[in-house]
Structures are given as structure tokens and as C-alpha cells.
């Protein structure tokens, strides 16, 4: 479990990005031209789209992506690793609320005109999210290190599985070959 934690880690990062959909995402929101015809689509329906887009994903997920990892994830690792998505979320909103104020107060410093202001029209948020997107590529590398060395030590029961299946497979062999010499 302790050797799960530079994971954990890494996964703080992803949390902050959807943490942002909580923090200016709406505010940017206001300040679009949401009219379709005569209706006027409310700022805070527009987290609808990144849920249909969430939707979309989880279900290309599940497709592919989990019958290829159903083979790494052992069963008695599920509860560990709901546990960690939920702490990682809940991080996530820490540090996404963290960043945002930090960011602000350390580019309105010297006389500069701050990235984050309260007129959305008249802030840089497109530093800020180019910071994200840094941000999220030295992540990245610091995933792929951390997962290079990551070595995943099989439990006693996982072992006696897979030992079960290799021997099954091993007798079949000796048993294709008993009878090729026939």
C-alpha cells in the first residue's frame, strides 16, 4: 500500500484539472454569449457538457481500457483503489482552490496586472490554464517514473493462481506431446 503512494501522487494533478470545472469554469461561463435563438443557456448548465463528455469517456473507458487492465488490478486492490480515487479528488479541490489563489496573488505582484481578476474579460486566463498544461506535462514524466519503477508483488493467493494456470498449461503440452509421439 505505501508503495502506492508516489501513484497516489501523480494523480493530484488530473484532480486539480477537474477541480477547475468547479472554480472558473462558470464564471467564464457568464461571460459568453450563451443565447441559442431566444433562449439563454444558464452558466451553470454549461457543466453538462464536461458530464455528456465524462459519460462518452467512461464508456470508452470501460470498453477497452478496463478489459486491459482487469489482468495488472488484483481484486483485493478495488476497495484500495476507490479509496485513493476519492482522497485524490478531495486533494484535488484542496490544491485546485490553493493554485488558483496563489497564482493570483503572485501575478498581481510589482504592479502587473494579475491573471486571474474579477473581470474574466480583462484577466490572462490563458496563462493560466498554459500553466496547467505544463503543469499536467511535468506530471505526466513524473508518472511514467514513477510507474518504471513501480514493481507490483503478487499476493500468496495471486501466486498459487497463476502457479494453478501455468501447470495446467503445462500438462496439456506434455500431453499434446505424448500423443504427437504416438
Not at 478489459?67 to 484535488?92: C, D, F, W
Not at 502457479?163 to 500423443?179: A, F, H, I, P, W
Request: aromatic share 14%; net charge positive; with cysteine.
Amino acid at each position: 500500500m505505501v508503495r502506492m503512494i508516489p501513484i497516489w501522487v501523480a494523480t493530484f494533478v488530473p484532480s486539480i484539472m477537474i477541480a477547475q470545472i468547479n472554480t472558473l469554469f462558470v464564471r467564464q461561463g457568464a461571460t459568453l454569449d450563451r443565447g441559442i435563438g431566444s433562449f439563454k443557456i444558464p452558466p451553470a448548465s454549461l457543466v453538462a457538457f464536461v458530464t455528456i463528455f465524462m459519460l462518452v469517456s467512461v464508456m470508452l473507458y470501460d470498453r477497452f481500457f478496463v478489459k486491459i487492465m482487469r489482468r495488472h488490478a488484483p481484486e483485493n486492490m478495488k476497495s484500495l483503489g476507490t479509496s485513493y480515487s476519492l482522497t485524490t479528488q478531495g486533494v484535488g479541490n484542496f490544491l485546485s482552490s490553493f493554485l488558483l489563489s496563489m497564482v493570483s496573488h503572485i501575478t498581481k505582484k510589482h504592479g502587473h496586472c494579475g491573471w486571474i481578476l474579477n473581470n474574466l474579460n480583462a484577466s490572462h486566463l490563458d496563462y493560466y490554464y498554459a500553466f496547467f498544461v505544463i503543469l499536467n506535462f511535468l506530471n505526466f514524466i513524473f508518472f511514467l517514473i514513477v510507474i518504471k519503477f513501480y514493481v507490483y508483488k503478487a499476493e500468496v493467493s495471486d501466486s498459487i493462481k497463476v502457479l494453478t494456470e501455468e501447470l495446467k498449461g503445462m500438462t496439456v503440452k506434455v500431453s499434446d506431446q505424448e500423443e504427437s509421439r504416438r
